[in-house]
């Protein structure tokens, strides 16, 4: 007796096309590096003391520090770099809050490559950006206004109005109790140098 057979085709593994892998959305990528910045070591950053919260403003909102002499491109890992400002950031981001930079003394080796500055603006949610009431720069150069100008217009106009470029740092004490502000003694001889002493009268009723 013939029995009827059925010829079953089977698939060529090799035309088998791999299905592309979910591609990873912001919120994740955020919790992923929120979870790196947690558990791995970052004292190579934290060690350098370039980034720092140091007291609150007159309207009791954080200040977090930045002190650009003390960031050394060359010399630094930016991925970590990215991990520790995460670490700092993360938790007082979730009220408002203030960053105050001192380009004291920089040199070229201390400017943060702009790739790097677009992915940590890309990268950081939201609320960074919300919450940020203002961007003191502190002894500018063509540099930083140049970098400021082409960052607030083509990347972050959102934040233009927060920025704020001071020639001394005795502007910030109209923002700023003297005591609540702590910094390296270069930045303050060096202001003195170029200022002098007691050269703004800060208005205490200002914010």
């Known amino acids: 007796m013939a029995m009827d057979t059925m010829a079953v085709e089977l698939p060529d593994l090799n035309t088998?096309?791999?299905?592309?892998?979910?591609?990873?959305?912001?919120?994740?990528k955020y919790e992923?590096?929120?979870?790196?910045?947690?558990?791995?070591?970052?004292?190579?950053?934290?060690?350098?003391?370039?980034?720092?919260?140091?007291?609150?403003?007159?309207?009791g909102r954080?200040?977090?520090?930045?002190?650009?002499?003390?960031?050394?491109?060359?010399?630094?890992?930016?991925?970590?770099?990215?991990?520790y400002l995460i670490k700092?950031?993360?938790?007082?981001?979730?009220?408002?809050y203030v960053i105050a930079y001192f380009h004291t003394l920089a040199a070229?080796?201390?400017h943060p490559p702009f790739s790097w500055l677009k992915e940590v603006y890309t990268v950081l949610p939201y609320k960074y950006k919300k919450n940020l009431k203002a961007f003191y720069i502190v002894h500018?150069?063509?540099?930083?206004?140049?970098?400021?100008?082409?960052?607030?217009?083509?990347?972050?106009?959102?934040i233009k109005a927060k920025v704020h470029s001071l020639p001394g740092v005795e502007f910030l004490y109209s923002v700023m109790r003297r005591d609540q502000l702590e910094?390296?003694?270069?930045?303050?001889?060096?202001?003195?140098?170029?200022?002098?002493?007691?050269?703004?009268?800060?208005?205490?009723?200002?914010?």
């Open 16 to 28: 088998i096309t791999p299905e592309a892998p979910v591609e990873e959305t912001a919120e994740e």
């Open 32 to 59: 992923r590096l929120l979870r790196r910045a947690h558990s791995e070591d970052l004292s190579e950053v934290s060690g350098i003391g370039c980034l720092y919260q140091s007291g609150v403003d007159r309207l």
């Open 62 to 83: 954080p200040v977090v520090v930045f002190i650009g002499k003390w960031f050394p491109i060359g010399d630094i890992d930016l991925d970590k770099a990215l991990l």
């Open 88 to 96: 700092l950031l993360d938790p007082i981001v979730n009220g408002d």
């Open 108 to 110: 070229s080796g201390n």
């Open 140 to 158: 500018p150069t063509f540099w930083t206004k140049m970098m400021t100008w082409w960052f607030t217009t083509f990347m972050a106009p959102a």
């Open 183 to 207: 910094l390296p003694a270069f930045v303050t001889e060096y202001d003195m140098t170029i200022n002098g002493l007691h050269y703004f009268q800060p208005d205490t009723n200002a914010t």
